[in-house]
């Protein structure tokens, strides 16, 4: 591994409101030039959180999880899921299954679990005519804009994901545990401080209590970490919830999130997360070979509503078992 490229670093694009961006000028072979610039690469992502690389000319699936594994030789395979994904290749994603035109909303990736992903990668294959964007937007930023009072009533009781698993709407039992086994479902549940009943019809309920602010592992930096608005229900677009309450009811949601306590989280505490989210949003379109690398616990990333195909890769890189005192109590089944 070659030591880091000042030229690269001196090479990075600033610009208000977008994330910073590399070219890759005549690069060769994208393989070798992830290998040789990975150092590079890392000093960027933690300087400033995420870097869009453009000019490498990814081409397919096969490259794509090549220059992954340079970046990142140990790819996760991903657990509890809350969404369907194709899987290219071991650590290989498609972006999660989800409506072109409804957006995720900002979050970090699988903040709900006790092992999260340090580094996110993405690569673009195919960019959408419109729309699409992956924006990131920088969780200590947030953190700060957000009312202290807030703040500290989600760092005394943490935040609490609920889930409802039915074969229609969001990941399956089997996508998101890999596998529909009672006995390794629950064995999983018991390890990971997750909650859980089985309902008459087979289906699974889940309850887990997580951090909602993290300190960062390298940085020091406080850092609001959770998915509290992407998975409400309030983000849900109005006829979405709708429909999904009049077919599962209020309790049935195939996922929600409260405060730690249980209490609900109102429409007007959702939308103020996610409107101090779009203030600190950093976006630019994607192009076809383009790769982005994201630090998943400084910074938050999303998907806009879209048109025309898109085909976007994901990996995820870097576990890190951040810990929580409240994961682990209450756990049981039945």
Excluded at 57 to 84: I, K, Q, S, Y
Excluded at 217 to 236: D, I
Excluded at 246 to 258: Q, V
Aim: some cysteine; charged content about 25%; hydrophobic content about 40%.
């Amino acid at each position: 591994m070659s030591s880091s490229s000042p030229t690269s670093l001196l090479d990075v694009e600033s610009q208000p409101g977008k994330p910073p961006l590399l070219r890759a000028e005549a690069p060769g072979s994208a393989t070798s030039w992830a290998a040789e610039q990975r150092e590079s690469l890392r000093a960027l992502v933690a300087e400033h959180g995420s870097v869009l690389v453009r000019g490498l000319g990814l081409r397919d699936a096969a490259e794509v999880g090549d220059v992954f594994h340079r970046l990142a030789p140990t790819l996760m395979v991903e657990r509890e899921a809350f969404a369907p994904r194709q899987i290219y290749a071991e650590g290989v994603y498609s972006s999660a299954t989800w409506p072109p035109n409804q957006p995720m909303c900002m979050h970090h990736e699988l903040s709900y679990a006790l092992e999260v992903p340090g580094l996110m990668l993405f690569a673009c294959l195919t960019a959408p005519t419109a729309g699409g964007v992956t924006g990131v937007s920088d969780a200590s930023l947030v953190l700060q804009a957000l009312p202290a009072q807030l703040v500290e009533r989600f760092e005394r009781e943490g935040w609490l994901l609920t889930r409802s698993f039915n074969e229609e709407i969001g990941a399956s039992v089997a996508e998101a545990f890999g596998t529909d086994d009672r006995g390794a479902v629950e064995a999983y549940c018991r390890a990971n401080g997750i909650d859980f009943t089985w309902q008459d019809d087979g289906g699974l309920r889940t309850r887990q209590r997580r951090r909602a602010v993290v300190t960062h592992p390298a940085s020091g930096r406080r850092c609001w970490f959770n998915q509290v608005a992407f998975l409400n229900e309030f983000t849900l677009a109005p006829e979405v919830r709708e429909y999904l309450i009049d077919m599962y009811g209020e309790d049935g949601l195939p996922f929600n999130t409260r405060y730690g306590s249980g209490e609900p989280i109102g429409d007007d505490v959702i939308q103020l997360l996610n409107k101090v989210y779009e203030d600190h949003t950093l976006r630019e379109p994607w192009q076809p070979g383009d790769l982005m690398l994201v630090d998943n616990i400084r910074c938050a990333h999303s998907r806009e509503p879209y048109e025309g195909e898109r085909e976007v890769l994901v990996a995820m890189a870097d576990p890190q078992n951040l810990g929580s005192p409240d994961a682990t109590e209450g756990v049981g089944g039945r």
